[in-house]
């Protein structure tokens, strides 16, 4: 009997799971006032960001990126059920952990002139999972030429 090459539930869960993290990123983002009027709910941003609340800021941002990157591993081992591949998307995960998270928050904090367009760029790749989606097809592509 031949073993499956995807294992569905798991990538319903994950897929599942990080549409979740997209839908509800806003209440993910506990840095942020949250002030209750009525039925409605009023956000203040973090245009301007008091230094007490920078640690509330980055441990969020934090949980926010491994909670991203860890269901998208989950779909790259649903998809591939490879442990080399799944090995090699948890590298990434701490390669960003380790370099781009850092960078990232040290651009935000630091406000640096001109780099206003590198720090949205930086963050839709760190905070959102670009990286582990781009992995997926170059995944794809090394498992076509394996069969090959």
Request: aromatic share 16%; no cysteine.
């Amino acid at each position: 009997m031949q073993k499956p090459t995807r294992n569905w539930p798991i990538i319903f869960v994950a897929s599942l799971g990080l549409f979740l993290v997209y839908l509800f990123q806003d209440y993910l983002n506990f840095y942020t006032a949250v002030q209750l009027k009525g039925w409605k709910i009023a956000y203040i941003g973090t245009d301007y960001l008091p230094q007490e609340q920078r640690m509330e800021f980055v441990i969020n941002k934090t949980l926010r990126y491994l909670l991203n990157d860890l269901l998208s591993i989950l779909l790259i081992h649903g998809i591939f059920l490879k442990k080399r591949y799944t090995d090699f998307a948890l590298v990434l995960m701490l390669f960003g952990l380790v370099v781009l998270l850092p960078l990232y928050f040290y651009l935000y904090f630091a406000s640096v002139d001109g780099f206003s367009s590198m720090i949205s760029h930086l963050h839709r790749i760190v905070l959102n999972p670009v990286l582990m989606m781009l992995l997926i097809p170059a995944l794809l592509y090394q498992q076509s030429q394996e069969n090959k």
